[in-house]
């Protein structure tokens, strides 16, 4: 069965620190990998995927995710938050053995303060 | 590019009504996906369309719920004999033929059930 754990409801930062919001899934077989962001009053926006390759991945706005195999984990990360980043982060995972539906985290709300 | 759009963005409704919303995905995807969100939580997986075909369903979608996508494009999910338990936010999501499987979300049906 697929899972995905978001262990922080909520990340407070500091603007210009370095953030981290946390990921862990499980699938039986090669998982896809997701994050997407959630502004307020906007809908679901896809930020990054893992899918095969480096295991260091860019995507939107300056965010990257590592993907790490034996720690089952894909962590967001970013060098200096801004505060337009706080938003509602979502890990969404789809295992590609057998199946087309993905399994989304519970979120993580990401607070940067000036 | 318009983006994903839904409709009604809307729907209060009472207990026992039937209730059916629409998504058009953007033109050129062929990939459909419906997800249901309540608070504090990440979408759930409902059903994926690939074309007219729909290729798997969430045992969640109970008999009370069916999906269609008739001609490949605009896709409706009907709700009968609607419960309280199914107030929440309907999501619709797209993606393109090739490429890596990220999808891009409408803005979502909020459904009240009284």
């Known amino acids: 069965a697929q899972s995905v754990a978001q262990p922080e409801d909520q990340v407070n930062v500091a603007e210009g620190n370095p953030l981290t919001v946390k990921c862990t899934y499980s699938?039986?077989?090669?998982?896809?990998l997701f994050w997407y962001v959630q502004y307020p009053n906007r809908g679901l926006q896809f930020l990054l995927k893992y899918i095969t390759g480096d295991n260091l991945v860019k995507g939107s706005y300056g965010f990257e995710a590592e993907f790490n195999k034996s720690q089952t984990s894909f962590h967001l990360k970013k060098p200096s938050a801004l505060v337009s980043d706080s938003a509602l982060y979502f890990c969404?995972?789809?295992?590609?053995?057998?199946?087309?539906?993905?399994?989304f985290g519970t979120g993580t709300r990401l607070k940067v303060l000036a | 590019d318009t983006g994903v759009s839904q409709d009604p963005r809307h729907k209060i409704t009472k207990r026992g009504q039937n209730v059916t919303f629409r998504c058009d995905p953007i033109?050129?995807?062929?990939?459909l996906y419906w997800y249901r969100q309540t608070l504090g939580q990440g979408p759930e997986f409902l059903t994926y369309f690939q074309n007219e075909a729909q290729l798997e369903k969430s045992r969640l979608l109970s008999d009370r719920f069916s999906a269609e996508r008739p001609k490949g494009s605009f896709s409706t999910l009907e709700i009968q004999r609607t419960e309280q338990g199914d107030s929440a936010m309907y999501l619709c999501?797209?993606?393109?033929?090739?490429?890596?499987?990220?999808?891009?979300f409408g803005p979502g049906t909020r459904l009240t059930v009284t």
């Open positions: 969404a995972v789809r295992d590609m053995r057998g199946t087309y539906k993905y399994i």
């Open positions: 999501a797209s993606s393109p033929p090739t490429g890596g499987w990220e999808q891009y």
């Open positions: 699938v039986s077989g090669n998982p896809y």
């Open positions: 033109s050129e995807h062929n990939r």
